[in-house]
């Protein structure tokens, strides 16, 4: 089983929707988990951390964490052309695990 | 200058080349990492640096050479690289001992080996 698994994708959706990203991890001792997005060619930028069950909120973006399920997401509102990039999954076990990454693309 | 900082941006090196990748970082950080990310695989951490001691080594080839002079600083010397070490090589910083630490990564440095 792979540390953090994520769908590569490509999630497509239209501007202005809600685009819903996941991810699982393996390790229930994880303490920590983040998102990062990475746009073709470039490294990945921060963009989403979060440390407790439940949501948390910054701007469209919001990160929901569930570890009794392993599970944490990331949902982009009112989603954007200039969305569309890979978005990265980090886990924090001692070390940064990252999953391959979901490719998102919004059409208009 | 401000956050990760990488040199060079590009490297086209051929397999008998000697070469070193640069890292630098102004965030007070005291741990520094080096990733590998080959196409449509996912990031690979290949050393770790924490307090300038290496904390990791994972199971990473000898022709990759890391070096950590100081906490802001990091190279990775490369030396016979086979083609499939064709890669993005990325840096990234952080604070440690901290258990909730986010990484900063450098622009990183796109490197072909022919």
Known sequence: QKEVEQNSGPLSVPEGAIASLNCTYSDRGSQSFFWYRQYSG?????IMSIYSNGDKEDGRFTAQL??????VSLLIRDSQPSDSATYLCAVNVRRLIFGTGTRLQVFP | ???????????????????????????GHNAMYWYKQSAKKPLELMFVYSLEERVENNSVPSRFSPECPNSSHLFLHLHTLQPEDSALY????SQVPDRYTEAFFGQGTRLTVV
């Open chain 1, 42 to 46: 470039k490294s990945p930028e921060l």
């Open chain 1, 66 to 71: 569930n570890k009794a399920s392993q599970y």
């Open chain 2, 90 to 93: 990325l840096c990234a910083s």
């Open chain 2, 1 to 27: 200058e401000t956050g990760v900082t990488q040199t060079p941006r590009h490297l086209v090196m051929g397999m008998t080349n000697k070469k070193s990748l640069k890292c630098e970082q102004h965030l």
